[in-house]
């Protein structure tokens, strides 16, 4: 198994509402990644997480919340977002990380906030 | 941050022909990747070149680094109509956190 999958595909949210989108890969890849693609603009990096452990937070509101809970599995907590968090969220992983490491992504979550 | 500027913003070319790509960037780096996006989904990783590399070949890919121009160009020879897609050039320093170009949408016709 070569791919990191996301769900759902599409997500259309109010404000108020309360939503994850999940991530997931069985490479055994130790290092996974959140980022925030806008319409016609490069990735932007949210998150990192190594060995399950958050250890890059690129100044990411609180509203956004991620979460690891095992060395597969990645999600991205939504809470009380605003409509310019519409987006792509992009999940990816790799092997390790660290410099050299290549980063393989998923399809991403479209992402409507109301 | 910002760190990768590619140029140009769209090309426009007929299968068959070749398309260039380049990229500038201002900070050092352990390394420079190019990606492909189809259509708004999720990015494939094409070819990576260290700072040490001048250049380096995939199929029909081609990547030069400048790293005293900080510069990299990407050259996709005998094009095809499915090589449509926006391409991404991203640098890595320090600890392994990319930074994506504003990147090229390539469109090759028939």
């Known amino acids: 198994d070569t791919e990191v999958t996301q769900t759902p595909k599409h997500l259309v949210m109010g404000m108020t509402n309360k939503k994850s989108l999940k991530c997931e890969q069985h490479m055994g890849h130790r290092a996974m990644y959140w980022y925030k693609q806008k319409a016609k603009k490069p990735p932007e990096l949210m998150f990192v997480?190594?060995?399950?452990?958050?250890?890059i937070n690129e100044s990411v509101p609180s509203r956004f919340s991620p979460e690891c809970p095992n060395s597969s599995l990645l999600n991205l907590h939504l809470h009380a977002l605003q409509p310019e968090d519409s987006a792509l969220y992009l999940c990816?992983?790799?092997?390790?990380?660290?410099?050299?490491?290549?980063?393989?992504f998923g399809p991403g979550t479209r992402l409507t906030v109301l | 941050s910002q760190q990768g500027e590619e140029d140009p913003q769209a090309l426009s070319i007929q299968e068959g022909e070749n398309a260039t790509m380049n990229c500038s960037y201002k900070?050092?780096?352990?390394?420079l990747q190019w990606y492909r996006q189809n259509s708004g989904r999720g990015l494939v990783h094409l070819i990576l070149i260290r700072s040490n590399e001048r250049e380096k070949h995939s199929g029909r890919l081609r990547v030069t680094l400048d790293t005293s121009k900080k510069s990299s160009s990407l050259l996709i020879t005998a094009s095809r109509a499915a090589d449509t897609a926006s391409y991404f050039c991203?640098?890595?320093?320090?600890?392994?956190?990319?930074?994506f170009g504003k990147g090229t949408m390539l469109l090759v016709s028939p």
């Open positions: 900070t050092s780096i352990n390394n």
């Open positions: 990816a992983s790799s092997l390790l990380a660290g410099p050299y490491n290549e980063q393989f």
């Open positions: 991203a640098t890595e320093s320090g600890y392994s956190t990319l930074t």
């Open positions: 997480y190594s060995y399950e452990k958050l250890s």
